[in-house]
């Protein structure tokens, strides 16, 4: 694996950049793993399928000087700062979820090795103490996958209480009541200095071989930041929708269904949430549902044959369909099979109707 090294900036680049660095990577440097770490000015960063209303305190951003920006990779809401260090791991590995799940181990090595009891925990996390100091996300391109997480080394956590704004539920399932309770900064935890941290991670990680930038490589980063930075990209558009269904599935994460119809019949829906996209939602789901009936029987007749798990990191079919229609319907027992609780009179046992055979 080789270390990245970014020719020197006249100006401080924001997330995008470093983005559109992993992305153009990727695509360009096929032959070895790659990696890099990166630090941004205060900074909150939706995952690809969240939306900004139910994640994020815009009002506070603005006037404390916080950026909002969105990486295409899914998960939850981040904050970063100078002090939250910012790993990124590109990998050719075909499985991506083993590559993620090791990727992580490695990490959390990485901060055993310098005395800190860190261990993973849940979908994407490792911990100290049990509060969160590191985050994670990924998604796939053509025969690549993009790892890439925080490490809160000496981050504002003040600032990051008031800038994300995650679900009361999301909250309860952590067993905490508030974003600050839940996470720590490793910096509590290791007498290195931020910088010293930074040397020994790259030794640790790629030891003396690296791969320097080009200018040429800066030219074609640029053009696909200018479309990372973008309105489009990072607010989208409010979609239409006559049906909202939201939940929150263990090791899935929250998926929210925004679902537009026509006669009860599905015309439009988009998925939103922090959950892991391992596929392509909308050719691989979304898509196949466009024009089929806006029922129970109807949608799981059509993904049937459908492995969702594949798509979206540990997703099946029942819960979809938990999502969009609720519990399945109880089904009544024939009469044969209810239990008669009246006891007989002459021996006190329970007496259940059996069907005649008359």
């Given amino acids: 694996m080789k270390y990245l090294i970014i020719p020197e900036q006249k100006e401080n680049k924001q997330l995008p950049f470093y983005f559109a660095v992993e992305e153009y990577v990727a695509r360009t440097y096929t032959d070895d793993d790659y990696f890099f770490a990166w630090q941004v000015e205060p900074t909150v960063m939706l995952g690809r399928n969240q939306l900004i209303d139910n994640e994020v305190d815009i009002d506070y951003c603005h006037k404390n000087g916080v950026h909002i920006f969105r990486r295409k990779s899914g998960g939850g809401c981040v904050y970063a700062d100078a002090g939250c260090i910012q790993f990124s791991y590109i990998s050719f590995a075909d499985n991506v979820n083993l590559a993620f799940g090791e990727y ?23 911990l100290v103490e049990e509060r969160k100091v590191s985050g994670s996300a990924f998604y796939r391109l053509q025969g690549r996958s993009v790892l ?14 008031r800038a994300l704004t995650p679900s009361h539920d999301k909250l309860q399932s952590k067993g905490v009541a508030s974003v600050i309770q839940r996470v720590n900064n490793i ?10 941290f930074l040397a020994y991670v790259q030794d640790y990680m790629c030891g003396s071989e690296q791969l320097v930038l080009t200018d ?31 939940k929150r599935f263990a090791n899935v994460g929250t998926l929210e269904a925004h679902v537009e119809l026509k006669n009860n019949v599905i015309n439009s829906i988009n998925l939103a949430g922090d959950y892991f996209l391992i596929g392509d939602l909308d050719r691989e789901l979304l898509d196949l549902l466009r024009g089929v009936d806006f029922t129970r029987e109807a949608v799981a007749e059509r993904l ?36 008669n609780l009246k006891s007989t009179a002459q021996t006190s046992e329970t007496a259940i109707s059996l069907p005649s055979t008359t």
């Fill in 187 to 196: 910096g509590n935890y290791t007498e290195l200095s931020l910088d010293a």
């Fill in 104 to 126: 992580m181990n490695k990490v959390a090595q990485l901060l055993q090795s310098i005395g800190i009891d860190a261990r993973l925990s849940g979908r994407n996390d490792i």
């Fill in 304 to 339: 049937n044959d459908v492995d969702l798990s594949a798509v979206i990191r540990g997703l099946e079919l029942k819960h979809f369909l938990r999502l969009l229609f609720g519990r399945p319907p109880h089904v009544r027992k024939p009469d044969w099979l209810k239990i």
């Fill in 216 to 246: 040429k490589d800066m030219e074609k980063i640029s053009e696909i930041e200018k479309e990372l930075a973008s309105d489009a990209f990072v607010y989208g558009k409010n979609p239409k929708f006559t049906e909202v269904r939201k």
């Fill in 148 to 161: 890439h997480n925080t490490v809160l080394f000496n981050t504002q956590l003040e600032h990051l209480s």
